[in-house]
C-alpha cells in the first residue's frame, strides 16, 4: 500500500511539474490541493523577510585585505605605506556598509552597522588629527594617531565578526 501511495504521490507530483493536463477535473483539483501546502512554507506577510546572508560574500573579502605579511607596515602609523594599507582596509569596510545599504539590510546588521561606524571615526580622526605623514606617532606609544590606526587595521576583522553575530542572532 505504501508504494502505491508514494508512486501515486510522485507521479501527481511529475505531472504538476512537468504542466501536463488531461483536461480533467481530479488533476485540478489535485493543483488546487497542494497549492496551499506549497505556499504554506512562505512567510506570510506579519513575519518579517529573511535577512540577506552578506557574510557568505564579505568575509572571504574582508580576510583577504587583511591576508600578507603587514606586520610593521604601521610601526610609525604616519608612513606612506601606512596610509595606503589602511586606506584599503577602510574601503573594503566601506564596500560592507554599502552592500548592507543597497540589501536595505541595516536593521539586520545593528553589530555590524557599529563595528563600521568605528572604522569611519577613526578614519575621519585619523585624516583629521594630521598622522598622515607623522614620523613621530608610532603604534607602541600608545598615541591618539596610533589609536586611529589600530582601529583601522583591527576594523575588517571585527566587521567579519559582527557580521556572523548579527546574523545568527537573527536566524
Known sequence: MRRTTTAAVLLV???LTAGCSSGDGDEEKARAESAPAASSTAPSPSEPAAAPTLSTEWQPKLDAATAGHHDDVCKTVGSAACV???TELAEVVYDV???IDTAGATAAYPETMDAIQDVEDASAGYA???CAGSSEATLAEGSVCGGYVAT???GPGIV???MTTD????S
Open 152 to 154: 583601522l587595521l583591527t
Open 167 to 170: 546574523e545568527l542572532t537573527a
Open 84 to 86: 595606503t594599507y589602511i
Open 128 to 130: 583629521e588629527g594630521g
Open 160 to 162: 567579519s565578526l559582527t
Open 97 to 99: 556598509r554599502d552592500a
Open 13 to 15: 507530483a511529475a505531472l
